[in-house]
């Protein structure tokens, strides 16, 4: 899986949008870019994926570059529980390995 | 529909001793997957595997370590003669699918292991 690159941390108000960047400039044609988030003593949680266009779900949007070298998971009002370590992935469609390869990811705190 | 179980929740072991963890998938899952993470670390993926088979583990210690997935009952993750360095929170996951079907996966709360 090819990689991604991701601030370390971020901070957001409560009830604000939040923007969470990821690039993966190596990034090839059969790659999903997948997000999970894991919140303090829990496992990791699905929260969105694409290939190309933007796509949104109860939980998330997300948007992808037009050369998808990079993209951003949208919270649209964040709240306290939110604040979780973010986790920017890409899958290869058709690969022969199920895993999914996690980095340091971006850990996001909320204020109040 | 349950998610995916982890137990014990949490497992003291002595230097030397054993530990089993164990992992229930998701019903419908067949793919099963454990990921091992050190405090202030990211996952670390161990071992991948389907009902029966070990279909990945090169992220799995040479020795001490070993995975299983039955035909029935929970996959299993062992560590034999623990050691300090062992002490971690260990995932496990489930898919339906694989990669090529572009499956997600659902995780368990973990196993907090603590080797004294």
């Known amino acids: 899986d090819a990689k991604t690159t991701q601030p370390n941390s971020m901070e957001s108000n409560e009830e604000e949008p939040v923007h969470l960047p990821c690039n993966h400039s190596?990034?090839?044609?059969?790659?999903?870019i997948h997000w999970y988030r894991q919140l303090p003593s829990q496992g990791p949680e699905y929260v969105i994926h694409g290939l190309t266009s933007n796509v949104n779900n109860r939980m998330a949007s997300l948007a992808i570059a037009e050369d998808r070298k990079s993209s951003t998971l949208i919270l649209h009002r964040a709240t306290l529980r939110d604040a979780a370590v973010y986790y920017c992935?890409?899958?290869?469609?058709?690969?022969?390995?199920?895993?999914?390869?996690f980095g340091k990811g971006t850990k996001l705190s909320v204020k109040p | 529909n349950a998610g995916v179980m982890q137990n014990p929740r949490h497992l003291v072991r002595r230097r030397g001793q054993e530990a089993r963890l164990r992992c229930s998938p998701m019903?419908?899952?067949?793919?099963v997957y454990w990921y091992r993470q050190l405090p202030e670390e990211g996952l670390k993926f161990m071992v991948y595997?389907?009902?029966?088979?070990?279909?990945?583990e090169s992220g799995m210690p040479k020795e001490r370590f070993s995975a299983e997935f039955p035909k029935e009952g929970p996959s299993i993750l062992r560590i034999q003669q623990v050691v300090r360095g062992d002490s971690a929170a260990y995932f496990c996951a489930s898919s339906h699918g694989t990669a090529a079907t572009n499956e997600k996966l659902f995780f368990g709360s973990g196993t907090q292991l603590s080797v004294l």
């Open positions: 595997l389907q009902k029966e088979n070990i279909i990945d």
């Open positions: 019903k419908g899952h067949s793919h």
């Open positions: 992935i890409l899958r290869m469609y058709g690969g022969s390995q199920g895993n999914l390869i």
């Open positions: 190596t990034i090839s044609g059969t790659d999903y």
